[in-house]
């Protein structure tokens, strides 16, 4: 149990002497100097350059060793699969990233996941501690208990894994584990305030309030995609109308591009919703935009201000220091933060918006992955810092 708590606080604090450690966990700085004599044994933990106290005398630095071993994050979304390898401080040495489309089998998105994390494993030479597994569902004990997208209810994750791979799997929704990404490794490292939204096919938040991941009775908190913002919208697939996902999702951005196109639809916008037909991919909106096609960043503007205004209700509901946007349609977040940041100026009000940064995630469409990785190390280490 101490040994996990150096590990944490090396991995929240960076940086620290042997008497620093000691202080800030309460420990003998004897029990210390054993526990890191064990880890450093292990080649989890590495003395660094020393520090000179003003007036004392130096003290050598720890750190978690970044090539004490690796980690595997994989994200599975909706049409789209990513698997990540990280060091020790989520810095991604090996990554590959799938866009499933057109018409798919059942669990189509998990078996390709299954031989992206094969290939992984066989990607490094250095000891693989753990698979983390970020999916775009509810998530309860390993478990997808619903998702609405990928059309899957009560599917047992961790458990089939753990006995495929040999390894310790930790499975979480993928907007929890890309806030935890980012809180550990991404912009949000000094707020423990925060609200990162999971922007793809799907919308998710992972909310972090005084440093501590809000998860709710039964971990499915954080479902801000299904909050009805005109009631008068299109159908959801969770049944109602108007949800905030219809208008900022992969599909209402699609649908809107039919709309502004007419008649005159580019090879690229497939002409119609049906599951059988091919789906619009990412890097077609995203070469389009760069392409500056007027059409595209005029919708996109339009997206980007219904985005900033649900951005408003969140901070102020939540009062964060900062909201985050990543996700599977990271490439396309420069494209809507000018106008989101706008349009949150405008709606929410003037006490919790004061210093309340809008800001694009640092791993941008490695966000979910990064952060399974993150809770892959968690489940090594146990509870979080």
């Known amino acids: 149990m101490n040994s996990a708590l150096v590990l944490r606080a090396l991995r929240r604090l960076g940086q620290q002497t042997r008497a620093q450690l000691a202080k800030a966990l309460g420990l003998n700085r004897s029990t210390v100097t054993h526990i890191v004599r064990d880890l450093a044994g292990s080649g989890m933990v590495r003395e660094t350059t020393r520090a000179r106290p003003a007036g004392g005398r130096p003290g050598i630095l720890l750190e978690l060793n970044p090539d004490g071993g690796r980690l595997v994050g994989v994200e599975i979304n909706i049409g ?8 020790f401080l989520g810095h991604v040495v090996w990554s590959r990233r799938s866009e499933v489309t057109g018409p798919r089998e059942p669990f189509e998105e998990l078996r390709v996941a299954e031989g992206l994390v094969q290939e992984a494993l ?6 693989v501690f753990g698979i983390g597994l970020a999916v775009a569902a509810l998530v309860d004990s390993g478990v997808a208990v619903y998702s609405p997208y990928l059309n899957w209810r009560d599917v047992p994750l961790a458990e089939p894994w753990q006995v495929r791979f040999g390894l310790p799997v930790a499975v979480e929704n993928e907007a929890n584990a890309a806030a935890l990404g980012e809180r550990y490794f991404g912009v949000a490292w000094e707020h423990a ?15 972090f309030v005084n440093g501590v991941l809000l998860r709710g ?12 913002r005109d009631p008068n919208g299109v159908e959801c697939r969770c049944g109602r109308r108007g949800c905030w996902v219809t ?39 995203t070469d389009a935009a760069g392409r500056e096609e007027e059409v595209v960043l005029r919708v996109l503007a339009e997206v980007g201000r219904d985005l900033g205004a649900g951005i408003a209700d969140a901070i102020n509901l939540l009062d964060p220091q900062s909201v985050v946007v990543g996700g599977a349609l990271s490439p396309l977040v420069p494209y809507l933060l000018p106008e989101a940041e706008m349009a949150m100026q405008d709606s929410h009000l ?11 995630s640092v791993h941008a469409d490695h966000a979910c992955a990064v952060g399974a990785a993150a809770a892959a190390f ?3 280490i146990g509870t979080t810092l």
Do not use: M
């Open 350 to 360: 003037a006490g919790p918006r004061q210093n309340v940064s809008l800001l694009a």
């Open 80 to 87: 789209v699969v990513g698997v990540v390898v990280t060091n």
């Open 378 to 380: 968690d489940s090594l």
């Open 193 to 207: 305030n925060f609200v990162f939204l999971s922007l793809g096919a799907g919308l998710a938040a992972g909310i």
């Open 217 to 228: 009775r039964h971990g499915f908190a954080g479902q801000v995609g299904h909050t009805v």
């Open 247 to 285: 208008q900022v999702g992969l599909n209402g951005i699609t649908r809107r591009l039919r709309a502004a196109y007419g008649e005159q639809l580019p090879p690229w916008l497939p002409s119609t919703d049906d599951e059988k037909a091919p789906h619009v991919t990412i890097r077609a909106l």
């Open 122 to 127: 066989g990607a490094t030479s250095l000891p």
